[in-house]
């Protein structure tokens, strides 16, 4: 019945322009007739709460019914989060402010809240961060996220007002990211996306790691704004082979810098690891976070944490020969079967 329910509700907000367009990329891949790939798209919607997103990105109409049973589709995932995760908590991660002063040892940098600030405070940040970060308090997938510095032709006044009703009310001193990942793309600050899990016994877990990074001049890493993802072997924290983008390209080398990607070592790797599941601990409410953090010169420090982390980058067509999704990863720290109850117990 709730896989019912999930589909009628994906139905009722139906992109039906995306859908089809998603349905001629099937087609020109495999040869499917029309009717037969909206029906394979519609059984694996049924079977396994996957969109039709989910059914191209992740390869589902090349896949036997065994290998589609372990993708972590979006009605999957949002029932780990809804499961794992208390409501009452989002604040500590949708307020950025409220997050650098809760994570304040691990995001290690200061910041200014600007609509709690006047204009001599204002000047005083710029004085010391001359080229700094603005963005939203609650903006998602990089969306506001402007690099500033001060014009003349504009003046101090005239940037605190833009920002003031830009919303872009949160600043932030430009992260010095190590040189190592420089070397991949010097353009915008390149995160490490670690996705954990903490058990029923407080054990955190890491169930995904990867590296994501712009490209072409972008100022942001966000996969949803053009940027790339590359996923990170956990035991080495080394690079594997493909980049992927939202459009599902794929790169062997940055299409920039032409650093190759398979076997690059990530630096402080074991270091980021520590900070992961040391933050992972400090909202036991909330025990899915997708981290993203990034590698300075003086160690990892915390960007930002994501209640709701996106399953969209875990390991679409390209970077999985094996067809093998994320849910088995998931199903190992907490059972998929059991998260039913789990949501009927906290509705109660």
Known sequence: MNKIIYLFKRIIG?????????????RELTGMHHLAILWDMLLCGIRYEAGYIDYTIFGMYDMTDEQRATILTRGKNTRYVRALNNREDYHY???????????????????????????????DFVIQHPIFIAKPQDGLCG?????????PEEGLMGLYNRLKTGGQTLLEPVLE????????????????????????EGNPHLLYSALRIG????????????GMVVPVDPKTGKLE???????????????????????????????SLLLAYNASKK???????GWDLCITPDGPVLVEGNHYPGHDIYRPVPQNPEKKGLLPAFNAVV?????EERIKEKNK
Request: aromatic share 12%; proline share 4%; charged share 25%.
């Open 177 to 200: 990211q190590h040189d190592k990942i420089n070397k991949i793309y010097a353009g915008s600050v390149n995160t490490l996306r670690m996705v954990t899990m903490v058990d029923d």
């Open 14 to 26: 139906l992109d039906f322009k995306g859908l089809w367009d998603r349905v001629e990329q099937v």
């Open 93 to 123: 991660f949708n307020n950025k402010t409220e997050f650098l002063a809760l994570f304040e040892k691990e995001c290690g940098r200061e910041f200014l809240d600007l609509s709690q600030s006047d204009p001599d405070t204002f000047a």
């Open 143 to 151: 969306k506001g996220v402007e690099k500033c510095s001060l014009d």
């Open 335 to 339: 059972p998929y079967s059991s998260l």
């Open 241 to 271: 082979k493909y980049a992927v983008n939202k459009a599902g390209q794929a790169f062997e080398r940055h299409p920039d810098t032409d650093i190759l990607f398979e076997g690059y070592a990530l630096p402080l790797w074991k270091q």
């Open 283 to 289: 909202v036991p409410g909330v025990r899915l976070v």
């Open 215 to 226: 490209s072409g001049g972008a100022v942001v890493d966000n996969f949803n704004s053009g």
